[in-house]
């Protein structure tokens, strides 16, 4: 049992911040991992065969790793907004997860790109540091440009089909695809008890703001805090071994199972046939540019 130790050190307002971020935290993840809701839906890719969707956007993401234009790729990003928005997904919800993190680090990654130092080139705008010329070329913002519109389209496409499509479906289409064995029974172990150890975490926590309220030093936070941290893994740690010896004991071999059947119509075909289109038609219009 843990006991507060007096009344000096974290304030409330210091208390409720780390309870904001703690909590803010957990239901940023939940709501980034659940997907179920959207996946429900019936929209466009919803109802689409998850095979031929699977396969017609890794065909889209070839698409964006070829593609040499900035023309072409905001083409196939309006169509990853597009397709969106034929899904029944919230405009603002699909830009937040295609426009921040990934392509906001990537863009921060190809910043140096555009400096003359490391794209020679036609200058644009000419600076002096510290007496030494520099410049941005023309070359390298049409680089970075590239590969930040590249980054944007892929996330767009790869969040697309993980929203539009159930984990379990999702599992089994890559074991269809030959996916190994030991990395599909990974990631289905892993997204069944992430939800889990988060519930067992928020509870943690409310257990200890219950028994402890106000942490009175920095030292003590941190020693409840390694506690709880070794408490939660070896629970984990019995709790895996308790649940494969429980899952061998009803016939489980290590392949998934799933009862939905897949049934392709008319219109995979057609969305298959044009991602097919797409693709050979960037390489056609990459010989026009350099």
Known sequence: MYHSTGNAGFSPKANGFIERS????????????????????????????????????????CCVLASK???????????????????????????????????LFSFFIVVPAIF???????PVFAFSIFSNHVSITRQGLGSALIFFMRV???????????????HHVLLKVLRIFKAPQVFVMTMGMCYRYIFLFLDIIQKTFLAIKSRVGFV???KAGQKIAAMNMAGLWLKS???????????????YTGEPKVLEEFKAGAIDGI????????????????????
């Not at 790729?73 to 993190?101: E, Q």
């Not at 003359?116 to 036609?122: D, K, L, V």
């Open 22 to 61: 703690i909590l803010g935290a957990i239901g940023f993840i939940q709501g980034t991992v659940s997907n179920d809701e959207i996946a429900a839906k019936q929209g466009f890719l919803q109802r689409r065969d998850p095979r031929y969707k699977s396969l017609s956007i890794a065909i889209l993401l």
């Open 152 to 166: 944007l389209a892929s996330v767009s496409f790869a969040i697309l089909l993980v929203l539009t499509m159930r």
């Open 216 to 218: 009175s030093s920095t």
């Open 116 to 122: 003359s130092t490391i794209t020679p080139g036609e």
């Open 237 to 251: 740690y019995r709790m895996q071994t308790q649940v494969y010896d429980a899952m061998l004991s009803r016939g």
């Open 271 to 290: 969305f298959l046939t044009f991602s097919l289109f797409a693709l050979a038609g960037t390489l056609w219009l990459n010989r026009f540019f350099r």
């Open 69 to 103: 234009s900035t023309i072409v790729l905001s083409i196939f990003y309006l169509a990853g907004i597009t397709l969106a928005l034929v899904s029944s997904i919230n405009i603002g919800f699909f830009l937040k997860r295609t426009l921040f993190f990934i392509p």
